[in-house]
């Protein structure tokens, strides 16, 4: 286990342990996910097949209490498919509300960028508001409830483009990468002796203990400084000389977002204050998903990741 990681609590770093055991190479995406756990934010995970996307989620629902449902996304798929409908009980002669798969505490949507605008739509209240509403009535999602969508950035028939707004939604987006030759041959010995010896099953963490270490994350203290070192990051894509290049800059909730996913990954090392370090380590999957670039500048190659990375350069902390 990544040695930071073991000052973390003991539900937590179990939780760590049993994700970083069954996810070679992936510690970025480990820390991320614990990240979204302890923050209450979703997660968007990009990468090309094979990069076990799909595996980490799993490993994280075996980890951990609560209920897990996986949704796979398709071009016909309908809102209801997630959120659930009113079913007809001709006995009674009444309607009834049957739950979709989006109850649960923690949901895989697969290749969200199949899934049709409807179906994204009926998603965001879900992820926005903690809530789905059917027809005249409003129901509640399970807590916590934490959303971790994939898509495959490689294949662009029969997909559909997450809106702005449903990117907003992510607290980060994370951005996988093939692996080098020593982490591809730990993986081969990894499922070779998975296929032998089988995949042992831990114990899970209590939901009370995830909520507590939630509970003692959000807790971690941010210095006076150290806000305005984060409010300056977020409104510098606002000013020159980045403006130029952006169409739509972070709003408000980026700055939220940042602050909260420091604050997880501080209290991840074992740390009752969150550091500049912290908020460095994330601002990109934090923020980049959230800037719009302008056609001048996508023609030009620029990415919105490249962008963060020169304001992290120019911004200091005090």
């Not at 209490?65 to 798929?77: H, S, V, Y």
Request: hydrophobic share 45%; aromatic share 4%.
């Amino acid at each position: 286990m990544d040695q930071t990681i073991k000052a973390a609590p003991v539900g937590v770093g179990r939780l760590a342990a049993h994700l970083e055991d069954g996810l070679v190479g992936h510690q970025v995406l480990v820390e991320r996910l614990l990240i979204g756990v302890l923050a209450g934010g979703h997660l968007l995970v990009e990468g090309a097949p094979g990069l076990a996307k799909t595996r980490a989620v799993k490993w994280l629902a075996e980890a951990m209490e609560g209920t897990f449902a996986r949704i796979q996304c398709t071009p016909d798929l309908m809102p209801a498919d997630l959120t659930g409908t009113p079913v007809y009980r001709p006995q009674d002669g009444t309607f009834e509300f049957v739950k979709g798969p989006v109850f649960h505490n923690l949901v895989l949507v697969d290749e969200i960028n199949r899934a049709p605008p409807k179906v994204q739509s009926a998603l965001l209240e879900a992820m926005a508001e903690g809530q789905v509403t059917a027809g005249n009535e409003t129901h509640p999602l399970p807590d916590p409830f934490l959303v971790v969508a994939t898509q495959n950035p490689i294949e662009h028939d029969g997909t559909f483009p997450l809106p702005e707004a449903q990117l907003d939604r992510f607290l980060m987006h994370v951005v996988l990468t093939l692996p080098d030759p020593d982490t591809e041959r730990r993986i081969l010995d990894l499922v070779e002796a998975e296929s032998v010896s089988g995949v042992t099953h831990p114990e899970p963490v209590p939901l009370a203990e995830v909520l507590e270490a939630r509970k003692q994350a959000m807790a971690v203290h941010l210095s006076p400084a150290l806000k305005d070192y984060i409010v300056r990051l977020v409104t510098a894509t606002r000013v020159a000389p980045f403006k130029d290049e952006i169409e739509h800059a972070v709003s408000p909730r980026g700055t939220l977002a940042l602050a909260a996913a420091a604050k997880a990954r501080a209290y991840l090392h074992g740390r009752d204050h969150a550091l500049p370090e912290d908020v460095e380590a994330v601002a990109s999957d934090a923020l980049a998903h959230r800037i719009v670039l302008t056609w001048r500048a996508v023609a030009e190659g620029r990415t919105a990741r490249a962008l963060i990375a020169d304001v992290l350069k120019q911004v200091e902390p005090l």
